[in-house]
């Protein structure tokens, strides 16, 4: 990501989002604010474009090499 000034604001969340977002973060060792930067750049990627994002376009693709047989055989 590029290292640019943030600007503060302010908002609420549910606390189970906030939760989430916190034990994400733990997990990662990283910061709760780059965890909300992300989730709300893909956010406004998906909004803006229209399109799946990247990782479940890498998913499918992964599961169309690993599965391809199966899947032709279920589309009898």
Same mark, same amino acid.
């Given at each position: 990501?590029?290292?640019?000034?943030? +600007? #503060?604001?302010?908002? *609420?969340? !549910?606390? &189970?989002?906030?939760?989430a977002l916190r034990k994400?973060? #733990?997990? &990662?060792?990283?910061?709760?604010? &780059?965890?909300?930067? &992300? !989730?709300?750049? #893909?956010y406004i990627e998906r /909004? +803006? /474009?229209?399109?799946?994002?990247? *990782?479940?376009?890498?998913?499918?693709? *992964?599961?169309?090499?690993?599965?391809? *047989?199966?899947?032709? +055989?279920?589309? /009898?």
């Amino acid at each position: 990501m590029p290292n640019t000034a943030n +600007e #503060e604001f302010s908002s *609420q969340a !549910a606390p &189970e989002v906030l939760s989430a977002l916190r034990k994400i973060a #733990e997990s &990662e060792g990283r910061p709760i604010q &780059e965890i909300l930067d &992300e !989730a709300l750049r #893909e956010y406004i990627e998906r /909004k +803006e /474009k229209g399109q799946p994002r990247r *990782q479940v376009i890498d998913a499918f693709t *992964q599961s169309l090499s690993e599965f391809d *047989q199966l899947y032709r +055989e279920l589309a /009898k």
